[in-house]
């Protein structure tokens, strides 16, 4: 609970207040004070009728004699009641209620407090509740949360429920353990539909059902654990499918030590760290700008002779005064020479190579990562950027600011091409960064549009599919409509159209397959026939669609 809910009760347990007459009481807003009295009554502790009183019910009444006892801001506000919670089966020691998801300092800091005011105590067996209105509050409090709650989309159900023998595929905080995440939920967490469920299925299941700090957090440490092997694109396709975008946007923006809209799901940082540690991650920290220009400076002055680099990322960013902090400086060179040069620099400076690299940097490819304490990491590529998009002559000419640090000349990407990257490219924290650009620079969105196709044409790889993905999370979670999206969804279908048709496909088929709206795949199906790209045959039930063959599709 929260500890204004509990001066909320305490008021009321003399007689009915108005909502000015509680906010005054415990010095905070109206607004914020009627959230509060909301969320009480959700749990029924309060009602409201002629103002706000205490509720009639089981549970407030324990709650009434519960304060008159305890100091209760010391027992069950926070973390503390999830604790006491997961106390109510039999007694508890630490390594088993860590399996459940808590921090180890967490547990230490918060058992030790409720011990002293004698509601817990330590046994042979763990902790254990003493105080029998505390663990009658308990299980009223446990009784009141649905016995079983049910998700739905496109037919398929999530289901979260206590009981042992519900059918479907484990799922969510249900199948954690099974991916190296040590974590034993209350509740049973199972899929039920029509398809095989891969780790992002997990992760966002894991979103949607998540029903308290703790939960949110151990989403947090699932994605840590295994962000090098999880497709991004993918991520936000589902979080989409499931509504729960806005929940996975806050998960990455927290993990990323970025403003959240919804601050009430998550832990504090201490908190969230001090339990990735128990579980072997260490999140990265942010540097300033101080650090970024002295690295630059001292880079600039150990090199013996002129170097230009390309830089991107946040570092751009805070040369550009759009960002104050930044975990990498990512920069990309034209040559193998020019890096090698780079490499030896910085190595001669201190800076050690990571062997170790951590997964989600594996999955970029820089050609080598450089760190040294108290500075950020230096990413470095060579030519191709993430092991994908490519340094092009038009990047290098829309360069806009360039800056000299001794022998080191530093030229800005353009923040259209920064969009692009961090359009496509899967660190948590990007998709507020390409929010910032959008809302703070004037983009180029034809020199972009063009960018992505051309990065299409020499990659062989759909980009535009990830920058549409991003533009669809920007409209959603900022407003942002960019004016060229009407003509990225039709770029990206008829690209989608013209892979799929490579075997003749009816339009249920495509309808199962691609994600459009059915007026966009008719209307595209009939551009590409008009054009000559696709063959319809016309005899069947359905209409059957296949591709025309071209050299440009011959290596597929």
């Given at each position: 609970?929260?500890?204004?809910?509990?001066?909320?009760?305490?008021?009321?347990?003399?007689?009915?207040?108005?909502?000015?007459?509680?906010?005054?009481?415990?010095?905070?807003?109206?607004?914020?004070?009627?959230?509060?009295?909301?969320?009480?009554?959700?749990?029924?502790?309060?009602?409201?009728?002629?103002?706000?009183?205490?509720?009639?019910?089981?549970?407030?009444?324990?709650?009434?004699?519960?304060?008159?006892?305890?100091?209760?801001?010391?027992?069950?506000?926070?973390?503390?009641?999830?604790?006491?919670?997961?106390?109510?089966?039999?007694?508890?020691?630490?390594?088993?209620?860590?399996?459940?998801?808590?921090?180890?300092?967490?547990?230490?800091?918060?058992?030790?407090?409720?011990?002293?005011?004698?509601?817990?105590?330590?046994?042979?067996?763990?902790?254990?509740?003493?105080?029998?209105?505390?663990?009658?509050?308990?299980?009223?409090?446990?009784?009141?949360?649905?016995?079983?709650?049910?998700?739905?989309?496109?037919?398929?159900?999530?289901?979260?429920?206590?009981?042992?023998d519900v059918e479907g595929t484990t799922t969510a905080f249900s199948?954690?353990?099974?991916?190296?995440?040590?974590?034993?939920?209350k509740k049973s967490y199972v899929y039920q539909g029509d398809r095989?469920?891969?780790?992002?299925?997990?992760?966002?299941?894991?979103?949607?059902?998540?029903?308290?700090?703790?939960?949110?957090?151990?989403?947090?440490?699932?994605?840590?654990?295994?962000?090098?092997?999880?497709?991004?694109?993918?991520?936000?396709?589902?979080?989409?499918?499931?509504?729960?975008?806005?929940?996975?946007?806050?998960?990455?923006?927290?993990?990323?030590?970025?403003?959240?809209?919804?601050?009430?799901?998550?832990?504090?940082?201490?908190?969230?760290?001090?339990?990735?540690?128990?579980?072997?991650?260490?999140?990265?920290?942010?540097?300033?700008?101080?650090?970024?220009?002295?690295?630059?400076?001292?880079?600039?002055?150990?090199?013996?002779?002129?170097?230009?680099?390309?830089?991107?990322?946040?570092?751009?960013?805070?040369?550009?005064?759009?960002?104050?902090?930044?975990?990498?400086?990512?920069?990309?060179?034209?040559?193998?020479?020019?890096?090698?040069?780079?490499?030896?620099?910085?190595?001669?400076?201190?800076?050690?190579?990571?062997?170790?690299?951590?997964?989600?940097?594996?999955?970029?490819?820089?050609?080598?990562?450089?760190?040294?304490?108290?500075?950020?990491?230096?990413?470095?590529?060579?030519?191709?950027?993430?092991?994908?998009?490519?340094?092009?002559?038009?990047?290098?000419?829309?360069?806009?600011?360039?800056?000299?640090?001794?022998?080191?000349?530093?030229?800005?990407?353009?923040?259209?091409?920064?969009?692009?990257?961090?359009?496509?490219?899967?660190?948590?924290?990007?998709?507020?960064?390409?929010?910032?650009?959008?809302?703070?620079?004037?983009?180029?969105?034809?020199?972009?549009?063009?960018?992505?196709?051309?990065?299409?044409?020499?990659?062989?790889?759909?980009?535009?599919?990830?920058?549409?993905?991003?533009?669809?999370?920007?409209?959603?979670?900022?407003?942002?409509?960019?004016?060229?999206?009407?003509?990225?969804?039709?770029?990206?279908?008829?690209?989608?159209?013209?892979?799929?048709?490579?075997?003749?496909?009816?339009?249920?088929?495509?309808?199962?397959?691609?994600?459009?709206?059915?007026?966009?795949?008719?209307?595209?199906?009939?551009?590409?026939?008009?054009?000559?790209?696709?063959t319809v045959d016309r005899t069947g039930r359905l209409n059957t669609?296949?591709?025309?063959?071209?050299?440009?599709?011959?290596?597929?």
């Amino acid at each position: 609970m929260r500890e204004a809910a509990l001066q909320v009760v305490d008021c009321l347990r003399d007689r009915s207040y108005t909502i000015g007459e509680l906010a005054d009481a415990i010095d905070k807003s109206q607004s914020w004070t009627s959230e509060v009295v909301s969320d009480l009554e959700r749990d029924h502790l309060v009602e409201r009728t002629d103002g706000v009183q205490l509720a009639q019910t089981y549970e407030a009444t324990l709650l009434a004699e519960l304060l008159e006892q305890y100091a209760l801001a010391k027992v069950v506000t926070g973390t503390k009641e999830e604790i006491l919670v997961a106390l109510l089966g039999s007694p508890k020691t630490i390594a088993e209620l860590q399996k459940q998801g808590f921090a180890k300092s967490t547990l230490y800091q918060h058992l030790n407090e409720i011990q002293e005011t004698g509601a817990i105590t330590r046994t042979d067996e763990g902790y254990t509740i003493t105080d029998d209105t505390l663990r009658s509050f308990l299980e009223a409090r446990t009784r009141t949360n649905p016995f079983e709650t049910e998700y739905q989309t496109n037919g398929a159900r999530l289901v979260a429920t206590n009981k042992d023998d519900v059918e479907g595929t484990t799922t969510a905080f249900s199948a954690f353990t099974r991916y190296g995440v040590d974590y034993h939920p209350k509740k049973s967490y199972v899929y039920q539909g029509d398809r095989s469920l891969d780790l992002e299925d997990i992760l966002i299941h894991a979103v949607t059902v998540a029903e308290s700090k703790k939960q949110m957090a151990m989403a947090g440490i699932f994605y840590l654990t295994h962000r090098g092997t999880l497709e991004t694109s993918e991520l936000w396709r589902l979080a989409n499918r499931w509504d729960c975008v806005e929940k996975w946007a806050d998960l990455l923006a927290y993990i990323d030590r970025r403003e959240v809209h919804q601050e009430e799901l998550f832990v504090s940082w201490q908190e969230f760290t001090d339990l990735a540690n128990d579980y072997g991650l260490y999140p990265r920290g942010h540097h300033p700008e101080d650090s970024l220009r002295r690295g630059l400076e001292e880079l600039g002055n150990q090199l013996e002779t002129p170097v230009d680099v390309y830089l991107l990322g946040g570092g751009n960013l805070i040369l550009r005064d759009l960002k104050d902090s930044t975990k990498d400086v990512d920069i990309v060179v034209e040559d193998s020479q020019t890096f090698v040069v780079i490499a030896e620099s910085l190595r001669a400076l201190g800076y050690e190579e990571q062997g170790d690299l951590e997964a989600a940097y594996n999955q970029l490819d820089p050609s080598i990562v450089l760190e040294k304490e108290g500075f950020p990491r230096w990413d470095i590529f060579v030519e191709t950027v993430a092991g994908q998009l490519q340094l092009t002559d038009a990047m290098i000419d829309r360069c806009d600011q360039s800056f000299e640090y001794g022998n080191l000349h530093v030229h800005l990407l353009s923040l259209t091409d920064i969009f692009v990257f961090k359009s496509i490219t899967e660190r948590e924290g990007h998709l507020e960064d390409v929010a910032l650009i959008a809302q703070q620079a004037n983009l180029d969105w034809e020199g972009l549009f063009e960018e992505i196709k051309t990065q299409d044409d020499r990659t062989g790889r759909f980009f535009s599919f990830a920058v549409l993905d991003t533009l669809d999370i920007l409209e959603q979670r900022h407003d942002i409509v960019a004016p060229i999206k009407n003509r990225l969804v039709s770029y990206c279908l008829e690209n989608a159209l013209l892979v799929s048709l490579a075997k003749p496909k009816t339009i249920e088929d495509l309808r199962e397959e691609l994600d459009f709206p059915d007026h966009r795949i008719y209307n595209k199906l009939g551009k590409l026939e008009e054009d000559g790209q696709i063959t319809v045959d016309r005899t069947g039930r359905l209409n059957t669609y296949q591709r025309v063959e071209s050299d440009d599709y011959n290596s597929e």
